[in-house]
């Protein structure tokens, strides 16, 4: 049980003074009658405002993040999180995304406010699949996919070398990797560490999650975490 006023300022609907304004208008339910006290508490499920349930108690959206876009809280160009609705990004805890992709990648992003599920889906031990869609300056030779599968490729600056990665060539100019790690840039540095130039870079696959019909910009909710059991 919460204070309704805290529970609605926290999922974003208003600044306090905001939210209570809302409730003192009548807009808000609990269990399906009216509540005029900001003070009331609730459980979250049986709150509705405007007649419709609240916002998910934990976010987590997949979004195609078109090029020109920095996943990033403070910097100088569009951000991310302006893709989203404004409610969205009033939310505390904030959202933020599931590691990022560079500001010239296109493809399947995660964002949460859920910050374990962030933490869990980044870190290393978890190896969660990402697969990217690669096109190239050079034409590949080959040699790559024993280099990338190898267990033993080191990028410039790190400490450990890249953990074995699926290379698939579909042509001279393009070719399919797939991660269980995500370092910096990772794989920009790795197909530089073979001498070639990566100039198109899109995500095509998060764990088991693709973009599934989603155009540019587009975002859907995923229901609940259990998508990555
Ligand atoms: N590897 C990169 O080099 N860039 C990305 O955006 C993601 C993975």
Do not use: W
Not at 53 to 62: A, C, Q, S, W, Y
């Amino acid at each position: 049980m919460e204070r309704i006023d805290r529970l609605l300022t926290k999922l974003g609907y208003g600044s306090r003074k905001e939210v209570q304004q809302i409730i003192k208008r009548g807009r808000v339910k609990v269990e399906g009658l009216c509540v005029r006290n900001p003070s009331q508490k609730a459980k979250h499920a049986t709150v509705t405002i405007d007649g419709e349930p609240l916002d998910p108690e934990k976010l987590i959206i997949v979004m195609h993040k078109p090029k020109n876009i920095i996943c990033s809280h403070n910097d100088a160009g569009l951000l991310i999180y302006s893709l989203l609705p404004e409610r969205y990004q009033r939310r505390n805890p904030k959202i933020s995304t599931v590691g990022r992709l560079d500001k010239d990648t296109t493809g399947i992003i995660l964002l949460t406010d859920d910050g374990s599920l962030n933490h869990t889906l980044t870190s290393p031990k978890k190896e969660i699949s990402k697969i990217y869609e690669v096109t190239l300056a050079s034409p590949l030779n080959g040699s790559e996919v024993a280099t990338f599968a190898s267990g033993e490729l080191m990028l410039n600056g790190e400490e450990k070398p890249c953990i074995s990665a699926k290379l698939t060539i579909i042509d001279p100019y393009h070719a399919q990797v797939e991660l269980k790690e995500g370092k910096y840039h990772q794989v920009k540095r790795m197909f530089a560490a073979t001498g070639n130039h990566v100039v198109e870079l899109h995500r095509s696959k998060f764990s088991n999650l693709t973009l599934d019909g989603l155009a540019e910009g587009e975002f859907k909710l995923i229901e609940n975490n259990s998508t990555f059991n």
